[in-house]
Structure formats: structure tokens, C-alpha cells
């Protein structure tokens, strides 16, 4: 096969459409990708650089997810604690309330309400979990939120325990007590009836006294007896019940020429709120785990405000690292697209330039003609 030889004029045009078209390709492949490095070809530097940044935002953006889980678990935590506050609040309502009266009944009634809010504070702080995670429950329920992706930097959250109200808080339920009961039949309470003679109910170290008279009967001592503070007596007709909040009782008269068999109460238990002093003393307890839930409140307000802080600094920092890349690998249309246009002018300019070269060297045919 022989060579093709060609004019010096004509080889310089031709290489001149080669390298347009070269450079054609290449602009059209930046507007097709919108890149101007595609590969590490285009530029090692660049392309090299963008990769790392590009790795490290997608380090980044897997991290946010824990970290918006990481939010959730603390609002769970402080929508639970928040409404712990409210149900200790209600209980040292009903300490206040028992402090308000002097029916040792109606203490006790506040105590077992007392008993029941405690109760549901347990409930609460167990139902306040949130994907596995409960930050109220204790061992085993610490949260780690990692804020980088070298791991160097993370939060540990501690978890409390509020699923027993007598660990943390400090809260044990209180005694409810029992009452003193006895029966009697209404034949007994009137067999020592005699004119001038007592009858005496001795509860602890208080005693009270009911007198006899000739013609009292057994509805006049049960009214008697029922009258007295903290005690209620009632009948079926035929037997009397007598039962006592304040303490395990003795029921005799003083009088033994026509005696009243003595009468025993028992199964007395005394009450967490039977008395003042120990009203009181569950009060101060009840202040103090005010304190503690407030203060733990507090905390995991200021975690979750870092965890916040943190995930918003994440998402600008993956911006920052997107944009860094993408100075370094986006093309610009618009200069790509006047670059298309001038080549595409080029292009034509050394057709012609092609074109007339070529007929330079056709002059030469002329000669034979």
C-alpha cells in the first residue's frame, strides 16, 4: 500500500479540524455529565481531592441518622420526666391534704392514693422508651451519640432508673395501715348498765368515757361509741362492731358489781400518714425527688441541645464538603456552552481553511489541460 502524501497546508489544516473536534468531544461530554473531571485523567489533583471530601460528607450523612434517633430517645426521655414531675407533684398533694385533716380514715385514704401515684410514675418511666432505648430505665439503657467518623467524637448519656420510685427518687410507698376491730353483742355492752357507773374506751393512751344510766341502751352506748373521734360502731341488731383507726383498744365499765365482760380490739397497724410527723417526713422526701427530676431534666435538656447543635453543624459541614467538591469537579455550562459555540465556529473556518488548501493543490491539474 502507498503512503498518502499531503500539501504542508493541508496537513496543518487537518490537524487543525483533529484537535477542534477533540476539544468538542470533550466540552460535549462536560455539558452531557455536568463535569469538567470525570475520571483522573481530567485532573489527578481534582479528582483525587473531591473524591476524599465526597467520602467523608458520606461518612457524615450516615452518622446524622443516629444522631436524629439519638434526639428522638431524649425527647422521649423528657417527655417522660416532664410528666413524672407532674405525678410527684400530685403525690405530695395528697401528703398536703393528709397533713389538712384529723380523720386518720381519710389519711389513709390519701395514703393509698399516694401508694397508686407512685405506682404510675413506675409505669410511666417504663412506657417512656423509645426504639429499644429508655433513658429512665436504668443499667443497660446509656445512649452514645458519635458526631464524627473517626468515632473521637461522641456524647454518652447516662441513663436513671425511675421504673422504682424507691431507688432513684427515693420514694417508697407508704403504709396504709389497718384499723382496731371487735365485736360485741348488744347484750354485753348494757350487762354492766347501773346508774353511776362508766363505760371506758381506752385507745393507746387517750381514754374516753361513757356513763351509765339506769335506762340506757345498747343504741345510746353504739351512738356514744360512734361519736367518738376515729372510732365507728355499728349493729346488726344483734351484734355490735367496733372498729378504731387510732390504735388497738380495751372496751370495759369501772364498775364490777354488774360487769361488762371486757371488750379487745386488735390488727391495729399504724399508717405512714396517721400522724403529722410522718406526713412530714414523706413531704421532705417528696421535695427532694422534685429536686433530682428537675435536675435530671435539666440535663438531658442540655444533651439534647448538643445533639441538636451537633447534627445542624453535621449538615453544614456535609454542604461544605459537597460544594468544596464540586468547585473542584462541576463544569460550567455557560462557559461550556460559549466554548461549544466558538469550537463549532472553528470547526467550519477550518473546513474552509481545508477546503482551500486542497484546491491550492488541485492549481496544479491545470498545467495538463
Do not use: H, W
Not at 487537518?14 to 466540552?27: E, F, I, P, V
Not at 414531675?85 to 401528703?95: G, R, S
Not at 446509656?142 to 441513663?159: G, P
Request: net charge negative; no cysteine.
Amino acid at each position: 500500500m502507498t503512503d498518502i502524501t499531503l500539501s504542508q497546508s493541508v496537513r496543518q489544516n487537518l490537524l487543525s479540524l483533529q484537535r477542534t473536534a477533540d476539544m468538542m468531544g470533550r466540552t460535549q461530554n462536560r455539558l452531557a455529565t455536568g463535569l469538567k473531571v470525570n475520571s483522573a485523567l481530567d485532573n489527578p489533583n481534582s479528582f483525587f481531592t473531591a473524591q476524599g471530601l465526597n467520602s467523608r460528607a458520606n461518612d457524615l450523612g450516615s452518622l446524622l441518622d443516629s444522631m436524629g434517633q439519638g434526639v428522638q430517645t431524649l425527647k422521649a426521655a423528657d417527655n417522660g420526666i416532664t410528666n413524672i414531675v407532674n405525678l410527684v407533684e400530685a403525690a405530695k398533694a395528697k401528703a398536703n391534704q393528709a397533713n389538712q385533716t384529723n380523720k386518720i380514715a381519710d389519711r389513709r385514704v390519701f395514703a393509698s392514693e399516694y401508694n397508686s401515684l407512685l405506682q404510675q410514675i413506675e409505669d410511666l418511666a417504663k412506657d417512656s422508651g423509645y426504639n429499644g432505648k429508655n433513658l429512665l430505665a436504668g443499667a443497660g439503657n446509656d445512649l452514645q451519640v458519635t458526631f464524627n467518623e473517626d468515632s473521637t467524637s461522641k456524647l454518652i448519656i447516662q441513663a436513671v432508673d425511675l421504673t422504682d420510685t424507691s431507688g432513684f427518687l427515693g420514694l417508697d410507698d407508704v403504709t396504709v395501715g389497718s384499723s382496731s376491730t371487735a365485736t360485741v353483742t348488744e347484750a354485753n355492752l348494757i350487762a354492766g348498765r347501773e346508774a353511776g357507773d362508766q363505760l371506758t374506751l381506752t385507745i393507746g393512751t387517750d381514754t374516753y368515757t361513757i356513763d351509765y344510766g339506769a335506762t340506757t341502751t345498747a343504741t345510746d352506748i353504739i351512738n356514744a361509741l360512734d361519736a367518738i373521734p376515729d372510732v365507728s360502731a355499728s349493729t346488726d341488731g344483734t351484734t355490735v362492731t367496733i372498729t378504731t383507726a387510732a390504735g388497738n383498744f380495751t372496751l370495759d365499765d369501772t364498775d364490777t358489781t354488774s360487769d361488762m365482760a371486757t371488750v379487745t380490739g386488735n390488727g391495729y397497724v399504724q399508717g405512714s400518714f396517721d400522724t403529722e410527723t410522718s406526713v412530714n417526713a414523706v413531704l421532705n422526701s417528696i421535695t427532694e425527688a422534685l429536686n433530682l427530676l428537675r435536675d435530671q431534666a435539666s440535663t438531658f435538656g442540655t444533651n439534647m441541645t448538643v445533639v441538636e447543635n451537633r447534627t445542624n453543624f453535621t449538615k453544614q459541614m456535609i454542604s461544605t464538603l459537597a460544594t468544596g467538591a464540586d468547585k473542584l469537579t462541576l463544569a460550567d455550562t455557560n462557559e461550556e456552552g460559549a466554548n461549544l459555540l466558538a469550537l463549532q465556529t472553528r470547526q467550519q473556518l477550518s473546513s474552509t481553511a481545508l477546503s482551500m488548501a486542497s484546491q491550492a493543490d488541485q492549481n496544479v491539474l491545470r498545467l495538463f489541460q
